[in-house]
């Protein structure tokens, strides 16, 4: 007879080759999707998929913090995008010259192109006022919230859906919109749907705004001036 300690257990072995194989390549081409959404709606099993992987990521003393808002009604997305646009043209004005063309040449249409939008909460009261792991870093709550968009984010790739992150609005105008209480955080706004094609490389990337950092030159050993 197992004891309790080995009924909670299972194997942890390296996955198959085949199988690894898929997980890196979800890792490796999952982009940023601003503008390629077609208009089907993705079925519901499908999206349930996306939010049970999602309610699987790690959270510090497994507080599970997230809450996701579903927006499909497009007179709702419609009144997100314009909070949006108020904010990015903004933005726009932050950069200059060449930069400001090339942010101005980004289509940004996720919002109201993509038949899903997804807001990704934080509730910061969930696990009581002492939770495990976070007693000396409180923003550990809010690292568990992104781990869950990650997972999304991977699980749709891997279902041939698009996501895109839109972070450019004013919290406190999506917070009254969304109705989201104070005492809850704004993550991040997804964007989520088919899509017909995607970029090889990250958009940003493929315009010349900025190209992927070495890796060789990110790594410090022991310490940060410990350079390999």
């Known amino acids: 007879m197992l004891d309790d300690k080995t009924r909670h257990l299972t ?3 390296a996955f198959c080759d085949n199988d690894r194989k898929a997980v890196y390549r979800a890792i490796e081409t999952r982009r ?30 497994f507080m599970q913090p997230w809450d996701f808002v579903v927006i499909r009604d497009p007179a709702q997305r419609q009144r997100v995008w314009e909070l949006f646009r108020s904010a990015n043209d903004e933005a726009a004005e932050m950069f200059s010259g060449e930069r400001r063309d090339t942010y101005r040449s980004l289509k940004l249409e996720g919002i109201r192109k993509a038949p899903v939008n997804i807001c990704v909460t934080c509730d910061r009261t969930r696990g009581g006022d002492v939770v495990l792991g976070r007693t000396h870093n409180l923003q550990m709550d809010l690292y568990s919230a992104v781990c869950a968009v990650q997972n999304l984010w991977l699980a749709a790739r891997a279902e041939g859906v698009g996501v895109g992150w839109v972070s450019i609005y004013r919290d406190s105008e999506l917070r009254a919109l969304l109705g989201i209480p104070d005492h809850v955080e704004i993550v991040a706004y997804l964007c989520a749907g088919f899509v017909d094609q995607l970029y090889v490389e990250p958009e940003l990337a493929v315009k010349g705004w900025r190209q992927r950092l070495p890796l060789e030159d990110l790594i410090h050993e022991d310490r940060w001036d410990g350079r390999v």
């Open 11 to 13: 194997a942890a072995a």
């Open 32 to 61: 940023d999707v601003r503008d390629q959404f077609l208009p089907d709606m993705l079925p519901d099993e499908l999206l349930r998929r996306l939010l049970e992987a999602a309610h699987r990521a790690p959270s510090v003393g």
